[in-house]
């Protein structure tokens, strides 16, 4: 946000300012680096933490933004005693109160406002969570995902990691998990979905899921035990039956199982749990393959291991990355 603004009176620059936070942190794009930018700005002044709060009473009176929004943890800071001019302000509450309460109601009527919303992350730590629905959510490490619920739908934007679903079932009010460039809609269910960067994997184990991706006219519908996987740009979602006896699921109980997977279909879901990527040097790296059962919090010390169990070597890219390369064998005899 960008409060290099001409104005005459500093007060009233503290209170557009204090107004456009409120906005951005209750809005459900807000990112993680508008938060840590609005927690310098709170912390530069003591005045912005009393505009913010008095900001805040105006806008939570008037019913319209969600009460179980997110918004940054601060230490309050001494109060500052001032004399100003209230009378705009109390205006604006004034209209404020008397519109935005009928504007609420119309935007929940049409199903263009929700109701509620939550927003949870899971970091080093896996998370199970109740959302307002009933519904209830695992989150495996590094998951960021918000709820909101509308007249219509229940939407769920999962910004990155994976997550377990078990769906309270409402026949008239579905379920529907935005990831990557589709969607996967249900009215109560039990499946799981999987982000990685552009590719997302779906994973259906009880009821019925309508899966979607860009160019997808109506969806397709998966049974128990199938999966639909798809990356950005795709037309369709690729549908097969999982054959890996519950292996993608097997990060609910702390592990990280890769059975004869090539390196090129493993590096994924091993990136997941890494701060920075591990690299394939080529496309001969990329077809060794690799089995076992890892903890989840220890994949780093998988890495530093792979040398002791394939014939590959680490090395560092110019930016700093890690970067397998295959050992060649050696030349033939003859």
Not at 185 to 191: A, D, H, N, P, Y
Not at 219 to 237: K, V
Request: charged share 20%.
């Amino acid at each position: 946000m960008n409060h290099d603004r001409l104005n005459n009176n500093p007060d009233d620059a503290v209170t557009d300012a204090a107004a456009q936070w409120c906005m951005r942190l209750h809005a459900d794009d807000c990112t993680a680096a508008e938060r840590e930018a609005f927690a310098h700005w709170l912390a530069a002044d003591a005045r912005h933490r009393v505009e913010y709060e008095a900001m805040l009473e105006i806008w939570d009176t008037a019913d319209l933004l969600p009460r179980t929004a997110t918004v940054v943890e601060f230490n309050p800071p001494r109060a500052v005693a001032r004399a100003r001019n209230w009378r705009p302000l109390a205006s604006a509450a004034a209209i404020a109160l008397a519109v935005l309460p009928l504007a609420g109601w119309m935007g929940w009527e049409q199903g263009w406002l929700p109701n509620r919303y939550q927003h949870f992350e899971a970091g080093g730590q896996p998370q199970t969570v109740q959302l307002s629905d009933g519904s209830i959510v695992e989150l495996n490490l590094n998951t960021a995902l918000s709820f909101l619920n509308y007249k219509d739908q229940r939407k769920v934007t999962l910004d990155h990691g994976e997550a377990f679903f078990k769906v309270t079932h409402d026949s008239t009010h579905p379920f529907i998990v935005h990831a990557g460039t589709g969607q996967t809609r249900v009215t109560g269910t039990q499946f799981n979905v999987w982000k990685y960067q552009d590719q997302v994997k779906v994973t259906l184990v009880e009821g019925s899921v309508l899966v979607s991706s860009t160019g997808s006219a109506g969806g397709y519908r998966l049974s128990p035990g199938m999966q639909a996987s798809y990356h950005a740009g795709d037309f369709d979602p690729q549908l097969a039956q999982s054959d890996d006896d519950g292996n993608s699921l097997a990060w609910r109980s702390g592990k990280l199982i890769l059975d004869n997977l090539s390196l090129d279909q493993a590096l994924p879901v091993i990136n997941r749990y890494l701060d920075a990527p591990l690299l394939l040097a080529d496309e001969a790296t990329g077809r060794i393959r690799i089995s076992g059962v890892y903890n989840t919090r220890e994949v780093g010390r998988l890495v530093d291991n792979l040398p002791k169990v394939l014939p590959v070597y680490l090395t560092r890219s110019n930016d700093g990355s890690t970067v397998l390369n295959r050992i060649s064998p050696p030349p033939g005899k003859g």
